[in-house]
């Protein structure tokens, strides 16, 4: 395990083996099993691993569970959301509860521009926002 930077980490979290986090925030009660974090955030109760990635500005909200091969960047996950395996989340929000299934990728990107990718219900600070 290695701690890099301004790294904060919660109560009763385990955080095993080959495990990475650069400047993020884990939350109590969090697992990171062989994974790599930067500049992310994981809230209480969630789960992540083995082999996932967190790359910068990703939020993943409380009692999720982002499975093995599973990369997020620039996204926030919500409270009991679960992406099992071998899944790119980016650029996007996924709402609560949403399964999302294995082998998924975020396609949003024209080849000029990205665009944010919202699966569920539209958080209200994204409505106000169109």
């Known amino acids: 395990m290695l701690l890099k930077g301004h790294t904060v980490i919660g109560e009763n979290c ?11 925030i884990i939350h109590d009660n969090v697992t990171v099993t062989s994974s790599f974090l930067e500049d992310s955030e ?6 992540i691993g083995p082999m996932s990635h967190l790359r910068p500005q990703s939020h993943i909200g ?48 024209d080849g000029a521009n990205k665009h944010d990718t919202i699966v569920g219900m539209m958080p209200s600070s994204v409505a106000t926002q169109t």
């Open 62 to 109: 409380k009692h999720v569970h982002l499975g093995n091969f599973v990369e997020v960047k620039k996204a926030t996950i919500d409270e009991g959301t679960k992406v099992g395996h071998l899944t790119y989340v980016g650029n996007a929000h996924l709402g609560k509860r949403i399964n999302v299934g294995c082998g998924v990728v975020f396609v949003n990107y």
């Open 42 to 47: 994981m809230e209480d109760g969630s789960n």
């Open 14 to 24: 385990r955080i095993g083996a080959h495990s990475e986090i650069h400047d993020s």
